[in-house]
Structures are given as C-alpha cells and as structure tokens.
C-alpha cells in the first residue's frame, strides 16, 4: 500500500529509539507493510543496535536480495519471512512473483547463516497447504511459525478459519511438533494458538495477552498501541509526537483493558473458565476481530475440546434413546 504522509522522519525514529532504550526495551521488530522500503532502514536499523537492543524484521522477501550484505552486517536476531502456500496460491495472496522472491531470500538468509522464521498466516485459502508448505521448508534451518488470519485490513471475513479448521491446524501443529523435535525445523502456533487443552501439549505458562504488558507496537506515524494486530483507531494509547514513548508507558491509564485487568473482564466465552483469572481470555486481537470485545475468545483448545466431547456424549444419548423407541 501507499506510504503514510506523515510517518516519522529519521531524526523521529532516533529520538523514539533513545527512549525504548530508557525504557529497557530488549527487542525491535521493524515490519510493515514491507521495512525495506523506507530508505532510511539502514540507519534505524543501526541506531537499534547500537544502543543495545536485539533487532528483528518481517519481511515479504522481495528486497533481501540487495540488501542481504547489510543484513550480514547487522546480524540481526532473526528475519521473518512470510510464506502463505505453495507457488500459486501465495501468488494468489501476496502478487505474482512473490513466491519466487522468498525462496530466493530463504536462500540468501540461510547461506549468511541468519535465523530464519517462517511465518504463515492460515485461511480457508491455504488451510489445506500446510503439508506442502513443509515440504517446502522441511529441508532448511528455519522456524515455522503459524497464526490465524484475522478479519482487519484487506483480510476477507469469510477466509477466516472455522473452530474445527483452527483445532485441526494445532492438532498439525503438534504431530510436527513431535516429528521434529530433535530436528532443526520448529514448529510453533503463534498467540493465538492455545490455550489450556486438556489433550494437546500447550503453553502451561499462558499468563494472557501480553499486549501493553510486555509488548508494544509503534505505527509509522508515531502512534503507540498494545498491538499492531488490533487494528484499530480506537486502541491508540498516544502518540510520541504529543507525549513521550516513558510518559505514555509509564500512564497508569494506558493498556487499561490488560493492566487493569479482572474477572469481570471476561465475555461470555470465558466467564466461567477454570482458568480465566490466569489466561484472561486468550489474544485480545482474535478475540476483538472475531468478537468484537476482548477478553473472550472461542479459539480456545480447552473450550474447542469441552463443547466437542459435549456434543459427542449427545448423540450417544439421542442413539441410545433411539434404541430404547424413545422419539426424540
């Protein structure tokens, strides 16, 4: 898409840096849109890194190829490339030719020996990919990292996985997960995969999103939200042309919908959970985009299984009362 009119100028991006790094900062993603772009990348990039911080980017892979020597030089933690299916059907989402560009840029980035992420994000497009997907990425040094497709942005509501879709994207998830655990291929569900499944292996250590608690997302133009997958106006904390990124970090009134967080905070799908006070209700930006509120999730492994079993001990009763003559 086209370039804000009004995103931060370099000497903007400097002062903003100098303030994460105040502020403890560990870990800058530079993504986008596509960060290759903006000419002045290089710049950033260094300004990071020299004052201490781990620097990382997500990239569509088209500009590796003339960029890949400062790429070694920077050293970044990792680069995340996103991949969304086998040549036609990424084409189909991203544009023609973009496929060729990442297998390009994973051969690049695994010759300079930098971490690699693959990212794919799964609609009802791709959903049915993923073993090709593997394929494809099987045989190099990378991570693999899933997430869902969100209906925001240019993202078509009715790609967006069904319960049963997503459920079986984990269950793919962990059948890998075991294949290659003492291999060089990770594979791992993003935030919105879980969340206390009585049958798959899943973060225990789920403690809710981390949105404004750990993690922030700055925008092109300054503006400071929880995360960059909300989406949405609504959820802009300040900006730093207005305020200073420590004044609007350290506001006991922003990120209130984590920060303030309690069990009356919980929607519908949650509210009697076991383990609600401790998840918080999943990733807030699936539940917001899915929901329309925070704090309520249904792509849920726990709830996912419990309606499930629900159902199946249903229709062994309606069948046993079949049996028995019982119209029902």
Known sequence: GE?????????????LCREL???????????GGEPFVRPDWNQISWCIKDLGMDLGYVTNGLLVPK?????????????????DGVKETHDSIRIEGSYDSVIKALDLLEEASIQITVITTLSKTNFKELHSIKEIIQDRKVNWQLQIGLPFGNFDPELTLSLEEFYASAMFITAEGFKNKFDH????????????????????????CTAGI?????????????CLSMGNDKFIEGNIRDRNFSDIWNDPNSFAYNRQFTRANLGENCVNCLFGETCKGGCNSTSYHLNQTFHNT?????????????????????KWLKQKGVKT
């Open 3 to 15: 370039a804000r009119s009004d995103e931060l100028s370099l000497e903007e991006c400097y002062k």
């Open 21 to 31: 790094a105040d502020e403890g900062c560990d870990l800058v993603t530079l993504m």
């Open 67 to 83: 960029i890949i020597e400062d790429l070694i030089l920077l050293e970044p933690l990792v680069v995340g490339i996103s991949l």
């Open 185 to 208: 291929m990770p594979i791992v569900g993003a935030h919105c995969y879980g969340y206390y499944s009585h049958l798959l292996p899943n973060n225990k250590n789920w403690k809710g």
């Open 214 to 226: 750990n993690t922030i997302g700055i925008t092109s133009d300054g503006s400071i939200v929880g």
């Open 298 to 318: 249904a792509y849920c492994f726990k709830q996912i299984e419990e309606n499930l079993f629900e159902a199946k001990q249903y229709r062994k009763e309606i």
